[in-house]
């Protein structure tokens, strides 16, 4: 693979900004895709587009312009006519277009096309002269996900330089393409950047596509396969009268007959000869947290360390205290360890010293626990969340980490370093059977399919933007009763992709204006830095905060019993798995909660998709009617395989190709199960960089 500085016109500076994309090498840049295309369709009369569409008209200013707000942080509103009709154009941080648009001034404008009532807008249109938009009528224009310092025009000059000076060759037969009636690779690559036809794009799409899935479906089947062949397993047995045991019996509460049947599928595995390679799947709150300390009990009884790591320091921190907790309850000696990037260098080196040393039994952390410099002691057991799913890089890391010890009742050596830890993986994505099938081939999987009786169901409600003032008295009434609230919405500031979308910069103010001084309103977004973040929700963890305004980053959270309501902003953007999973951060606590969802489209299809969120508390519900309603979905539209590796690939839109992907990979490997033949060469080093990349973002 070449360097991204063997490109023509990338220096050493522009590649900096291509390696905060993760574009290191040219293949990386023809694999950067478009995250969708603007097309230039030919001008109609403004009365022949819908509310939705992005709209192209022939304008003539009709009102001078005025423009609201100070600074770069205004709103631009011009009225033009086409003859059939008016529309105002909004302009979104731009004050100095006003000099442009003169009285009489005539324009193509393009832009969304919005109705409130009787007038309508057209949202941060572009302008072109009438000569410049005959020029780009009829094309495609890419539009790729930017960092500071790079435009839309320098990475594709880039893109365009790089397919100059080389085609990527197919690692594909002609024959295995031809029957599956996928587009040659080189072909792709070329499409899905400098598209000619909406045809173009969806054969580049559905190669692009298959190759996400057929890569996967490969690398999880060579997975279990070795799996089951490992003979390095080393049982622990979980007898009775055992820390686990007595945590069982002692709970205020009973697991559900789900939860149950999960913790005998995970005892089987430690018991079993081989290691364990299990997913732990449950809908939102179904009471995973508490299988992965018994598990992690089980293996500290038998002598061995566990660690287990979570996607942010906060809901790092809530595991820890919750196990610290649940030991001191039920009189269990256990060392437990917290490790996160945020430790002072001197409390790092302690820590890493104690869990060399092997002087704690359970270590909670993030990312930190597989940096270079920790070491365990005979670690026995990796409980990860979803979003870090092990491959085979990660446990040869952990692997390496796991120093051999000493078993407590036979003094016999159980654990070298050859020898990798069990592992259990647990899951809140809400995904049908069929499709968890293809997706966890590497794994065993079991399912949590109930929710524990004390839990109220939370109620939904899906209404129009104008009972906006409805739900913020709502929130204000569950903040006098002492509880929390989140007010969710998709852009962070205003002109981000849609100037249409509520965005949390100038909601927070909004809100700060109407609660504050009585309440705390603080937002949160993922521009933010990770300490910045923290921060913010531990104060909210503490209720400091009363009001957290904030982008989905809170969808992977933590635990804030005392949140009890929801409020989410233009609910028709996101995909319903995505909802599912955002209402899961309320509804944790003794309190009865509330989930707002603000349908701003006029679209019937979202209304009608929103409508089963509103029914139904059950994430595997959700996901197979969302699959019903969607159909193959948008070339480009809201993603919701949430932690998988798939740059264009998803899985709910696109699971006819994901069955034939794995039904592909499946045969394949009946006919060569170690890939040896030479035609299968290329795919072989394929495989190598596919499963390298997907390493590398599980673990950065």
């Not at 709910?652 to 030479?678: C, I, N, R, T, V």
Request: proline residues 4%; aromatic residues 8%; negative net charge.
């Amino acid at each position: 693979m070449k360097e991204i500085t063997s490109v023509r016109g990338i220096g050493e500076k522009t590649a900096e900004k291509f390696h905060r994309l993760s574009v290191y090498t040219t293949e990386d840049l023809l694999s950067h895709y478009p995250r969708t295309y603007q097309y230039y369709a030919e001008p109609k009369p403004l009365a022949e587009w819908k509310s939705g569409q992005t709209a192209v008209i022939r304008g003539v200013v009709t009102r001078s312009p005025s423009v609201v707000g100070r600074g770069g942080r205004t709103i631009l509103t011009v009225s033009v006519s086409d003859g059939s009709g008016t529309a105002v154009c909004r302009f979104f941080s731009m004050p100095y277009l006003k000099n442009r648009l003169p009285l009489g001034a005539r324009y193509v404008f393009r832009g969304k096309l919005n109705m409130r009532g009787n007038t309508v807008y057209l949202e941060h249109p572009e302008m072109f002269s009438m000569a410049e938009y005959e020029e780009r009528q009829g094309s495609y224009l890419p539009v790729y996900p930017l960092t500071a310092g790079l435009s839309q025009n320098s990475v594709s000059k880039a893109v365009r330089a790089a397919l100059e000076e080389e085609i990527p060759a197919d690692y594909l037969s002609a024959d295995f393409r031809r029957r599956l009636s996928l587009e040659e690779y080189g072909e792709a690559i070329r499409h899905i950047h400098f598209p000619e036809s909406a045809d173009d794009i969806a054969k580049a799409r559905k190669r692009l596509v298959f190759d996400e899935f057929f890569l996967f479906a490969l690398a999880t089947r060579l997975q279990r396969r070795q799996n089951l062949a490992d003979p390095n397993g080393f049982p622990v047995r979980v007898r009775e009268n055992t820390a686990p045991e007595l945590v069982l019996k002692n709970l205020p509460y009973q697991l559900t007959g789900a939860q149950m049947r999960a913790w005998q599928d995970i005892v089987k595995d430690l018991e079993g000869p081989c290691r364990m390679n299990r997913l732990v799947q449950g809908d939102v709150g179904s009471g995973k947290t508490i299988l992965a300390f018994l598990a992690m009990l089980a293996v500290t009884e038998a002598g061995f360390q566990a660690a287990m790591m979570a996607p942010t320091e906060v809901l790092a921190r809530q595991h820890y205290e919750g196990i610290v907790e649940l030991l001191a309850e039920q009189g269990i000696s256990r060392r437990v360890e917290l490790l996160t990037g945020s430790l002072t260098a001197k409390e790092k080196r302690e820590a890493q010293t104690r869990i060399r040393q092997g002087l704690v039994d359970i270590v909670i952390g993030t990312q930190a626990l597989i940096q270079e410099k920790v070491h365990f002691q005979g670690l026995g057991l990796v409980v990860t969340d979803e979003q870090h799913r092990f491959g085979v890089r990660q446990r040869e890391i952990f692997a390496k980490k796991a120093l051999s010890r000493q078993d407590k009742d036979s003094d016999a050596e159980l654990l070298a370093e050859d020898n990798l830890p069990h592992v259990l993986v647990m899951s809140a994505t809400p995904i049908p059977r069929t499709l968890a099938l293809i997706l966890y081939a590497d794994l065993n999987v079991s399912v949590i399919d109930e929710l524990p009786a004390s839990r109220l169901p939370i109620k939904n409600c899906v209404v129009k933007p104008d009972f906006q003032e409805n739900a913020c008295r709502f929130i204000e009434k569950e903040m006098k009763a002492g509880h929390q609230a989140y007010y969710i919405c998709p852009m962070v500031e205003a002109g981000e992709e849609d100037g249409e979308l509520e965005n949390v910069t100038e909601r927070t103010e909004a809100l700060k204006k109407r609660f504050e001084p009585n309440f705390h309103v603080e937002m949160l977004h993922g521009k933010m830095k990770p300490k910045e973040k923290n921060e913010i929700m531990e104060r909210f963890l503490a209720h400091d905060i009363d009001l957290l305004v904030s982008t989905t980053v809170v969808e992977v959270g933590v635990n804030v019993p005392n949140a009890t309501v929801m409020v989410v902003e233009n609910a028709d953007h996101f995909g319903l798995a995505q909802l599912h999973q955002l209402r899961g951060r309320v509804g944790r606590g003794k309190s009865q909660s509330y989930c707002i969802f603000l349908d701003h489209s006029d679209e019937q299809p979202f209304a009608k998709r929103l409508e089963i969120l509103n029914r139904s508390n059950d994430g595997f519900e959700i996901a197979a009617e969302d699959l019903k309603l969607r159909g193959p979905g948008e070339l480009f539209g809201e993603r919701q395989s949430g932690e998988f590796v798939f740059k264009l690939g998803d899985i709910y839109a696109d699971q006819k190709e994901l069955h034939a992907a794995s039904e592909a990979a499946g045969a394949l490997l009946e006919q060569d199960p170690d890939l040896a033949f030479e035609e299968h060469a290329a795919l072989r080093r394929k495989l190598v960089v596919f499963s390298q990349k997907a390493f590398e973002e599980a673990v950065l």
